[in-house]
């Protein structure tokens, strides 16, 4: 039985370095263009650099995204692109259109080619085809059923990897390829520039009454009907195991440090523990669920992996994130300030000396900690910190490590 890869989003160095930290098996990112997440942080060369190495010190794999629907317009610098990632030295570059394909083997042959969702992956005959032009791995579409995926697994080499999405957001277009926000706002999802008008309102207009909006289905927050709940099959480990998948993909590119270490720690601990017994697993349920409800969700759906979703897959009545939880910020070492013993973070919202926050260990404990003292970069004792980022010196009732996660409740 094949033991999958925890594969984890990272929009920034920093996230990477938690993704890490967290559990990961492996990172994917994005450079500064030809990813399909143009509005993330992305990577600069230089910190797609530090992250490769700070990944593989740790034995994680780090793959670099490269999936747009290319122009002819974008070639060459997809040329140049891979010429500066051959030096970079990721594990594997995700790819959808056959051209930025043809590149990547002339250029850097020796990174692995991942095949993206977005080149519609739904059948056996496909696997097999980007398998003979030198494909490592190709990515499911998401709206294959395990079933699907099991006779696919049959009918392909044991040694071409499949890979399919665990967790995340879910797309209303075919695997992901949109031409809704091309259409309203001139911005290309096949280029990464998506403006997810399928989180919009919408009603209908008959065509002989202009200005008539009628709603598709009404109450106080209007009609969403594109709007899909998120993926979430933490309950489901085993049929996924079973189903023959070599790798685990958590959406989520555009996520916060403390969404990619509460999702990164919780599905790792499944994992883990499904390995080592169904029965611990199972017995661990509650505990996975309790903290994957801790970071920002819309509701949790299992998509298409038991059949054709039914209408409970959508939520027709709002585009809101569930969000119990506060990202506070990430510590970064322990320094002596005033006398005392402090952890440096570098700050994302707001707190006060006196607030009762919580600690998020990579190991899956949860410290509930007091602030006593806070201290700003001069060495001067500050009473609250600003919503706006910066570093701060922050002595807590327990002392944290590096790495460790600050997160408030969402009251």
């Known amino acids: 039985m094949r033991k999958p890869e925890l594969l984890i989003p990272a929009s920034s160095l920093e996230v990477l370095k938690t993704a890490v930290i967290f559990g990961a098996d492996a990172v994917y990112i994005g450079g500064e ?10 990577f600069t060369p230089e910190e797609m650099a530090e992250g490769i190495a700070f990944a593989h010190e740790h034995g994680v794999k780090v793959h670099v995204t490269a999936n ?16 500066e990632l051959k030096a970079l030295k990721p594990d594997a570059l995700i790819i959808a259109d056959p051209g930025m394909f043809t590149l990547a083997k002339e250029i850097c ?28 791995r190709v990515v499911s579409a998401r709206e294959l059923s395990l079933r699907e995926i099991k006779e696919i697994r049959e009918h392909i080499p044991d040694e071409l990897e499949i890979e399919s999405f665990i967790h995340g957001a879910m797309c209303i277009s075919y695997s992901g390829r949109c031409l809704l926000s091309s ?76 969404y ?37 969700y819309r509701q949790f759906t299992t998509g298409f992996y038991f059949g054709k979703p039914d209408e409970n897959t959508q939520i027709y009545d709002n585009n809101t994130y569930v969000n119990e939880y506060i990202y506070l910020g990430i510590t970064g070492g322990i320094v002596k300030t005033a006398g005392q013993v402090c952890a440096r973070i ?5 707190f006060c000396v006196g607030d009762s ?18 201290y700003n970069e001069q060495g001067e004792p500050v009473e609250s910190c600003p919503h706006s980022k910066q570093v701060i010196d922050v002595c807590l009732s327990v002392v944290p490590e590096i790495y460790d996660i600050l997160r408030v409740e969402n009251k």
């Open 33 to 42: 263009a030809f990813g399909l997440r143009a509005k993330a942080k992305n």
């Open 68 to 83: 747009i629907l290319a122009h002819n317009y974008d070639l060459e610098g997809a040329r140049a692109y891979f010429h």
């Open 109 to 136: 042959p020796e990174i692995d080619i991942h095949i993206s969702t977005q080149a519609n992956n739904t059948n056996y005959l496909t696997y097999r085809f980007w398998y003979e032009q030198g494909a490592k």
């Open 183 to 258: 259409y309203f706002t001139g911005r290309d999802a096949n280029h990464g520039a998506c403006t997810h008008p399928c989180r919009w309102k919408y009603a209908v207009v008959e065509e002989t009454r202009p200005g008539e909006y009628l709603p598709v289905y009404e109450n106080e927050r209007g009609t969403y009907i594109f709007n899909s709940k998120d993926l979430c099959m933490i309950e489901h480990i085993p049929e996924m195991v079973s189903a023959g998948i070599d790798s685990f993909k958590i959406e989520g590119r555009m996520k916060t440090a403390l």
């Open 260 to 296: 990619v270490a509460t999702v990164a720690r919780t599905y790792r601990k499944a994992i883990d523990d499904y390995f080592e017994s169904e029965e611990k697993y199972r017995a661990n349920m509650d505990w996975y669920l309790s903290e994957i409800a801790k970071c920002t």
């Open 346 to 350: 570098e700050q994302r919202n707001k």
């Open 357 to 374: 926050i919580e600690i998020m260990r990579p190991d899956g404990t949860n410290v509930p900690v007091k602030v006593i003292a806070m």
